[in-house]
């Protein structure tokens, strides 16, 4: 299995958000035994006030976390959005995870995953036997059939993690700095803030709230900040079903 992992954000200064790629989109992260990817649900959280046109804010305080059935760490479920050829099924889902101790990783065939280190404490994977040592904003990509565990964590890890089906497109990147920006659905599906001020319309943003553009632009405005930027497109026609 390949796998990918990009390298830390580094300090930025006033300047235009600085963009790190990843290439194929994935989920890690231990999200329990129990997750039901066949009943999808209304967006986590309590949206701002907007309509389809408009961004929503889901903030990080409003997402209700639930414990993993091992016992060894927390999820707080972000948004799930259904599969436009199968709403019965989950197309792609955001979470953030709370990681207190080593274990495997439930596989997902018929998913990518990617995880991103979204806490300053060093979290180590082991990957298909190959082993990867994360730090802040690092990211590592790879497919739900994966052999995965986490072989060591130091404190509380939290990892950012998105699933989606596979056949859909996916990316995620960073965006860093400072920078006024006009964010819309063909900006970003998701943007969800690690550090630094932003701001939406001028309304102050916590860490990990998550915005959810609308179809209009939306001001938003970066100071020494990193914001995690996930995009999706849903309509692929080939997307293979979500496993039961």
Avoid: C
Avoid at 24 to 44: F, H, N, T, V, Y
Avoid at 73 to 82: A, F, L, V, Y
Avoid at 126 to 137: F, Q
């Amino acid at each position: 299995m390949n796998t990918r992992t990009t390298p830390v954000l580094p300090p930025t200064e006033a300047a235009p958000p600085t963009l790190l790629p990843l290439n194929p989109i994935g989920q890690a992260g231990r999200d329990g035994d129990e997750l039901d990817m066949q009943s999808p649900k209304k967006p986590s959280g309590e949206p701002g006030n907007g309509s389809a046109d408009t961004a929503h804010i889901i903030p990080m305080d409003t997402l209700e976390p639930q414990r993993w059935a091992n016992g060894r760490g927390w999820t707080r479920e972000i948004h799930r959005e259904p599969a436009a050829d199968a709403p019965e099924t989950v197309a792609w889902r955001l979470s953030l995870a709370d990681i207190e101790d080593t274990g495997p990783f439930s596989p997902f065939p018929g998913m990518e995953r990617h995880l991103l280190s979204a806490a300053p404490v060093p979290l180590q994977l082991s990957i298909d036997g190959v082993v990867h040592d994360l730090r802040y904003t690092q990211i590592v990509t790879f497919g739900g059939t994966a052999e995965v565990a986490t072989t060591a964590v130091h404190g509380r890890a939290r990892p950012l993690n998105l699933m989606v089906r596979s056949g859909i497109r996916g990316s995620l990147d960073l965006l860093g700095g400072d920078a006024q920006l006009s964010v819309s659905a063909a900006f970003a599906t998701a943007l969800v803030v690690l550090d630094g001020v932003v701001a939406l319309d001028g309304r102050r943003l916590e860490r990990f709230d998550t915005i959810l553009p609308g179809d209009e632009g939306t001001r938003l405005t970066l100071q020494g900040a990193t914001v995690a930027r996930v995009r999706v497109e849903t309509s692929a026609p080939d997307a293979a079903p979500a496993p039961a």
